[in-house]
T-cell receptor, first 116, second 111 residues
Framework: EPEVTQTPSHQVTQMGQEVILRCVPI?????FYWYRQILGQKVEFLVS????????KSEIFDDQFSVERPDGSNFTLKIRSTKLEDSAMYFC??????????????FGPGTRLTVL | EDQVTQSPEALRLQEGESSSLNCSYT??????LFWYRQDPGKGPEFLFT???AGEEKEKERLKATLTKKESFLHITAPKPEDSATYLCAVQAAGGGNKLTFGTGTQLKVEL
């Protein structure tokens, strides 16, 4: 069964450093998302991406964040200068196109980001 | 602003003891309501999508229902392997595709 994969599973970084989180969405999906979940809190939307551009972003997704689809399979989230409050679990999700079943977003296993 | 409230926050059941989880929502036009299961340290795993009031979906011991203001996830004769956090999320019509999640119900099923 196709699934979303994410690497690394755990990333530890120093405050102020840049990090890139990687995702491989399900192969025939066209819509891509990043969400985050701070420990003990709800899953929060960060950004959605379609047709090589951002279609929607939240207030959390400020100038320190960027997304890219560098090739036909990967989808990345970059944080330019990490802060302590960026520590969270980051989830990538993807969905297909066409029909009601395409509304479903399928999530990856997540990358745990720890900023020291 | 879209809002999702789930109750109870935590629920402890004995194996075989049926119960229901609640998800109340306010959204500017509902496109879809989603139920996910989340195990500790893992990503949300899709369970159901509901689109209109009166709709029901079933999968093994789980049944999800939808009204105009809330959704219920009914768990019939649960087993210990059903222990997880159950997340409810809504997607608004007319806007983007983002999901707005509730805080979840942490379910523990004991032998």
């Amino acid at each position: 069964e196709p699934e979303v994969t994410q690497t690394p599973s755990h990333q530890v970084t120093q405050m102020g450093q840049e990090v890139i989180l990687r995702c491989v969405p399900i192969s025939n999906h066209l819509y891509f998302y990043w969400y985050r979940q701070i420990l003990g809190q709800k899953v929060e939307f960060l950004v959605s991406f379609y047709n090589n551009e951002i279609s929607e972003k939240s207030e959390i997704f400020d100038d320190q964040f960027s997304v890219e689809r560098p090739d036909g399979s990967n989808f990345t989230l970059k944080i330019r200068s990490t802060k302590l409050e960026d520590s969270a679990m980051y989830f990538c999700a993807s969905r297909g196109q066409g029909g009601s079943s395409s509304d479903t977003q399928y999530f990856g296993p997540g990358t745990r980001l720890t900023v020291l | 602003e879209d809002q999702v409230t789930q109750s109870p926050e935590a629920l402890r059941l004995q194996e075989g003891e049926s119960s229901s989880l609640n998800c109340s929502y306010t959204v500017s036009g509902l496109r879809g309501l989603f139920w996910y299961r989340q195990d500790p340290g893992k990503g949300p795993e899709f369970l159901f999508t509901l689109y209109s009031a009166g709709e029901e979906k079933e999968k093994e011991r789980l049944k999800a229902t939808l009204t105009k203001k809330e959704s219920f996830l009914h768990i019939t004769a649960p087993k210990p392997e059903d222990s997880a956090t159950y997340l409810c999320a809504v997607q608004a019509a007319g806007g983007g595709n983002k999901l707005t999640f509730g805080t979840g119900t942490q379910l523990k099923v004991e032998l």
